[in-house]
């Protein structure tokens, strides 16, 4: 059996506990373990594909698909996953099965229809013991598929979703204190995340709020072993002093958060406290010496100290949140630090361009377009209006999913002249359906985890723009999709240009798109952003950035 970590959030929601979860994997993974990250949501979704994603933030696509089959009579499949997902992925560096997202739906849902198949015949089914051992047998099931499928599975890190005290995360903090005491100290360690916050006007650090949400978990049963408080500043002798008198914990046990410029820079952070040799120490594990570390602080040295900055539009229909697009967001920062650029993002309001004047004054000011994935009507007139004036003006474009099927659009409306060409999406009704559903897609009404989703085979046409890229005719990357571009038009759209640079293995379903008669539009209806990582950033991505740059310097 692995060791299991469990991670609490105290006080604030939002303050960097999936950061955190992920620098402390790095670390295990620097001292040549090999970790596996599951993260616990409670809400009662089932997963967070239907979540609105300016509240929620993006969910994050997995390679893998999980197949939920709690029963006979109920099974479903998913690869939509937390953001956080996103985060853990890119700082170990592979990819993590999407059955390590436990959410109370899936739990509950468990739970119930067993319940109905007379599991319990007898029995009042309660949270204690029935969703406590359900949640218990997941993460056990978790250890052991993770065994299976790997060589090397030393420590599983369990990150729990919102914060002590919320009512939905009861259960779960239930189900931890039962475990621990069945697997027995040195087997599992709890950590907890909590804020600091500054008191300007006494310019104190307040330790309060930790000491409480320390005194809930507690109530709860659960002593940690760990306290690692967020803060804006490194956190003062004092103020460590006193959160480990009053947490139960040694000082030694108290990590500092500051806010950082880099947040690749955080493992580093917590090594330099020595948060890596106590949890070693803690587990019963050998300290092996670090490796690998010079070479992420390598990576980390990218992001702190670029030599030239560009600016990217991403015009969509949402501009709230930057967690809406945060691979994407990523991705492009991973590409430009490779390069050598810091990279500005901005959110464009695709609603504003739809009805502004001026809108291409607007974009011309960027140096790249990225069109966003995306869902629904709102917004995509300017979406289209924008890749149209990408390709007016010649500025380095990408288009992903949605971005890429809206390029598509804009090319056929205003290329090819088929007026009100459209995504059946978008307009069912439209006489040029160039965008459609994919054939799979056209009998399924629900709507959970009903998506084309996951990673696939990718064929990667020669004499093309992304077989320089990839320098591959295979490829792997992941998909969220029901709908895809339609074969007629884009042979019509040859005359412009238009060349389908990618297909699916069987050669049905486009892949991706570009342009010959333009410096560099590129559409794609996979997403790059998945698979890209600090220390290796998807070539796609790279190259838009590359070409943005090479670009640049033409121009002077
Ligand atoms: N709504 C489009 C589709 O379902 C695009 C999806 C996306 O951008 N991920 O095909």
Known sequence: MPKFIFVTGGVLSGIGKGHTTASIAKLLQFRGYGVDLVKIDPY?????????????????????????????????????????????????????????????????????LQERLGKFLGKTVQIIPHITDEIKRRLVEIAKAGKRERNKLDVIMVEIGGTVGDIEADPFLEAIRQFRLEHGSGNTLLVHVTLVPLLATVGEMKTKPTQHSVKQL??????????IARSENSLTEESRRKIALYSNVRPEAVISNPDLKEIYEL??????????????????????????????????NRFLHPTEHIRIAMPGKYVAMADTYVSIYESLRHAGAHLGAATTIEMVDAEQLEQSNDAKDQLIQYDGILLTPGFGTRGTEGMIRSAWIALEED??????????????VALCRYGLGMKKANSTEIDPKTPYPVVDLLPEQREIEEKGGTMRLAGHPIKVLPKTKLRTIYKKSKIRERFRHRYHLMWEPAKKAEKEGLIVSATDLSGK??????????????????????TSRPDQPNPLYLAFIDAILKRKHAIG
């Open 44 to 112: 009662l979704n089932v997963d967070p594909g239907t979540l609105n994603p300016v509240e929620h933030g993006e969910p994050f696509i997995t390679d893998q698909i999980f197949e939920f089959n709690p029963a006979p009579s109920f099974s479903y499949t998913t690869a939509e996953v937390d953001q956080d997902f996103g985060t853990y992925e890119r700082f170990i560096g592979r990819a993590i099965h999407p059955r390590n997202n436990i959410t109370s739906g899936q739990v509950y849902l468990s739970v119930i």
């Open 218 to 227: 507690l109530s709860r049963g659960l002593q940690p072993d760990i306290i």
């Open 267 to 300: 493992p580093l952070k917590f090594y330099e406290q020595g948060l890596d040799a106590f949890i070693l120490q803690r587990l019963e594990m050998i300290a092996h010496p670090p490796t690998g570390m010079t070479d992420w602080q390598e990576v980390v």
């Open 509 to 530: 379903i486009i892949n991706a798109i570009e342009l010959t008669n333009r410096y560099w539009v590129v559409g794609t209806q996979f997403h790059p952003e998945y």
């Open 395 to 408: 500025i380095p474009y990408l288009g992903i999913c949605f971005g890429a099927q809206l390029l598509f």
